[in-house]
């Protein structure tokens, strides 16, 4: 039964993946700056520091493959999960056997991939990690006067998860059933378009909460490259700041990551990112995201690498 209005979302949640290296996996992610909330030999949910009671669930691969198993969102109400029930090959509802309880229904887009949509999950307390918020000296405006930025190495704290992508089967599936049904299914809106040779081939997507602002990108999809198979291309998480984003970089550099790109800005007006590869999928760090609602103008790219203002990119 098709949908009269799209399921409507709150915000992000949690990214799940099975890892054949587990045991690596779970040391990655501590020293990415995850704490661990629950843990038995086969499953491990981490949380940030912010009131998501996780966002990260690992798991030990059966299939002998590492996969990326979903991305979460948070409904907005109980409703809009008897409403999912509804859409062509979802789930029904079933308790959310994970930190912070709730109940889940897991819908499938048109190239395979899990949203899991939840709703009645309990959050926790943030951490107040007291984290500095830095004045700024600008060169005709110095308002900080006789005090100085002290900084410690070692692991950035990560407050949440934020945002991912996936690639798209361009010819099986395709850009316009994508858009179709991240748009019409759930209630994403996009952000920016990317076109090639006049086509759109790419899109980043906000949580559509008409006149209220949400981050500028929770998620995208792009066209997998000839030859490759549709995956996850990165999840993202969320760090206080820009220095803080620095120093868990060299942690990671320091513990030999293997790193794909290196620290930047996208698209001039939101995030700084670095990558890291581990295991067969990518994780990075953002902060200072700007925020949007379905009235911001949306911006369309020529070439997905425009969006990159500056970054230092490491050849894979
Ligand atoms: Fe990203």
């Not at 690596?24 to 998501?52: C, H, M, W």
């Amino acid at each position: 039964m098709a949908l009269e209005t799209p399921i409507e979302l709150l915000k992000t949640a949690f990214v799940s993946y099975s890892h054949v290296d587990f045991d690596t996996a779970k040391q990655f992610y501590l020293d990415f700056g995850l704490n661990i909330v629950e843990e038995s030999p086969d499953s491990l949910f981490f949380r940030g520091y912010g009131t998501e009671p996780f966002i990260y669930h690992l798991k030990r691969s059966k299939t002998g493959k590492s996969t990326f198993d979903g991305a979460a969102y948070i409904v907005t109400s109980r409703r809009e999960l008897e409403r999912a029930t509804s859409v062509e090959g979802a789930t029904p509802i079933s308790r959310l056997n994970a930190p912070g309880g709730g109940e889940v229904v897991t819908l499938t887009d048109p190239q395979g991939f899990h949203i899991h949509l939840v709703h009645g999950q309990a959050e926790r307390e943030a951490d107040n990690l007291d984290l500095e918020k830095l004045t700024f000296n600008y060169e005709d405006n110095k308002p900080r006067k006789g005090r100085f930025q002290r900084f410690s190495a070692g692991a950035a704290p990560v407050y949440r998860w934020g945002h991912y992508g996936v690639t798209y089967d361009p010819v099986n599936v395709g850009y316009q059933r994508m858009f179709s049904w991240y748009t019409e299914v759930i209630g994403l809106a996009p952000s920016d378009f990317v076109e090639r040779d006049g086509h759109t081939i790419t899109c980043f997507f906000h949580v559509d909460r008409k006149k209220d602002f949400s981050d500028h990108h929770c998620f995208f999809f792009k066209p997998c490259k000839p030859g490759q198979e549709p995956n996850v291309a990165h999840a993202a998480f969320e760090v206080h700041d820009f220095d803080i984003q620095q120093l868990g970089h060299n942690f990671l550099a320091s513990k030999n990551y293997k790193l794909c790109w290196g620290v930047g800005r996208v698209g001039g007006h939101f995030i700084k990112r670095n990558q890291y590869l581990m295991t067969d999928n990518r994780s990075m760090y953002w902060a200072v995201k700007s925020l949007t609602t379905g009235s911001t103008l949306v911006a369309l790219w020529s070439n997905i690498m425009r969006t990159v203002t500056w970054s230092i990119k490491t050849p894979m």
